[in-house]
């Protein structure tokens, strides 16, 4: 049986981060996530306990390209309202590299950022990647070695400005 207080309560969070950094834009994140969860309640006799989670991310993921296809304002991965240009002059070196990251994360391929975000930030499974994205686990591999090569690439400036 699915306790839906403690679903809403300890994914909504990871959910919505996951949705902003396809939108850029937190309070349009927020409605996408809502509409999500709303959708997930009324399909609940119909989803694989197993599968709930995955069919969450891959409603909310489907949910947030479909808003950027009919609004074409809103720019792939921008996340204006979270990431700051990096200051050389922020607080501690730990700061500075946070800022970085998120940046170098943002300049990624949208389909790079997902996939990195899903594995290093939410910590799942390529078989749940995939679920999630609809990609093939041999892609999921490909984007993420690209990924990986193209972070390691950009983080070198910040190696190179005396930070790392």
């Known amino acids: 049986m699915i306790d839906w207080d403690t679903l809403v309560q300890n994914e909504s969070e990871k959910i919505l981060n996951y949705v902003n950094k396809i939108l850029g834009d937190l309070d349009n994140s927020k ?9 997930c309640y009324r399909n ?29 304002r809103f720019k792939f991965g921008s996340i204006p309202d979270l990431v700051d240009r990096v200051d050389i002059e922020a607080d501690t070196k730990k700061e500075r590299l946070n800022k970085y990251i998120k940046e170098v ?3 990624l391929k949208p389909k790079h950022a ?6 290093f930030y939410q910590k799942k499974s390529y078989k ?22 193209e972070c390691k690439k ?4 910040f190696k190179d400005l005396g930070v790392l």
């Open 31 to 39: 409605d996408i996530v809502q509409d999500a969860f709303i959708a």
């Open 44 to 72: 609940i006799g119909n989803i694989d306990e197993d599968y709930l989670l995955s069919w969450l991310y891959k409603t909310a993921h489907n949910k947030a390209i479909n808003f950027l296809k009919k609004n074409k």
């Open 105 to 107: 994360f943002c300049t």
């Open 114 to 119: 997902l996939v990195l975000d899903l594995q």
């Open 128 to 149: 749940e990647i995939s679920e999630i994205t609809g990609l093939t686990i041999p892609a999921i591999e490909t984007i993420l070695v690209r990924a990986k090569k």
């Open 154 to 157: 950009k983080l070198q400036g």
